[in-house]
């Protein structure tokens, strides 16, 4: 799978845009980017996922780049709620069952 | 639904003692998986099954066993705790051939003194 690097935290003001970076220059063509979040040692949960067009869902959207080695997730309107470590996670549909967890970025949202 | 479920949620052991971390999911997926999280690390995989009786060596699998005799349930069975096994650990489960959201249970503290 390919590898993954992220800045370890980041802030953001409630109610403004965060904007979560992910640099995976290393990634193959039938490799898929994943979002998952984990909120104070729950366990972690699915967020969004996309292979090379911008995604949007209820929860956030994920814009990928066209030469596809880097990924912006997007939380619209972060409330505290958000406050959580963000992984970004590249690998392929089919295959290895390993989802690879890297150390994420820690987001905090600043009343 | 209630989604994935662990017992115990703590648990303290002393070094070679044994246990079994339950794991059960009501979603009829038939992939499980279980992953541990050291302290500020992200998650590794221990073992993973596609289907009932048919499980695989994950990442660090080392010091753990699996059984899968039914969809419903996944146990993790510890046979000598060790101080190493210290950690946090999670139970997931997905439903191919979908895009590999897995629902994660609420984990399972475990400390070995």
């Known amino acids: 799978d390919a590898k993954t690097t992220q800045p370890p935290s980041m802030d953001c003001a409630e109610g403004r845009a965060a904007n979560l970076p992910c640099n995976h220059s290393?990634?193959?063509?039938?490799?898929?980017v994943y979002w998952y979040r984990q909120i104070h040692s729950q366990g972690p949960q699915y967020i969004i996922h996309?292979?090379?067009n911008n995604e949007t869902n209820e929860m956030a959207s994920l814009i990928i780049t066209e030469d596809r080695k880097s990924s912006t997730l997007i939380l619209p309107h972060a409330t505290l709620r958000d406050t959580a470590v963000y992984y970004c996670?590249?690998?392929?549909?089919?295959?290895?069952?390993?989802?690879?967890f890297g150390t994420g970025t820690r987001l905090t949202i600043i009343p | 639904n209630a989604g994935v479920t662990q017992t115990p949620k703590f648990r303290i052991l002393k070094i070679g003692q044994s246990m079994t971390l339950q794991c059960t999911q009501d979603?009829?997926?038939?992939?499980m998986y279980w992953y541990r999280q050291d302290p500020g690390m992200g998650l590794k995989l221990i073992y993973y099954?596609?289907?009932?009786?048919?499980?695989d060596k994950g990442e660090v699998p080392n010091g753990y066993n699996v059984s899968r005799s039914t969809t419903e349930d996944f146990p993790l069975r510890l046979e000598l705790a060790a101080p190493s096994q210290t950690s946090v650990y999670f139970c997931?489960?997905?439903?191919?051939?979908?895009?590999?959201?897995?629902?994660f249970g609420p984990g399972t503290r475990l400390t070995v003194l």
């Open positions: 099954s596609v289907g009932a009786g048919i499980t």
């Open positions: 996670i590249v690998r392929a549909l089919f295959g290895n069952e390993k989802l690879t």
């Open positions: 996309g292979l090379k």
């Open positions: 997931a489960s997905r439903d191919p051939p979908s895009v590999n959201e897995q629902f």
């Open positions: 979603m009829n997926h038939n992939y």
């Open positions: 290393t990634i193959s063509g039938n490799e898929y």
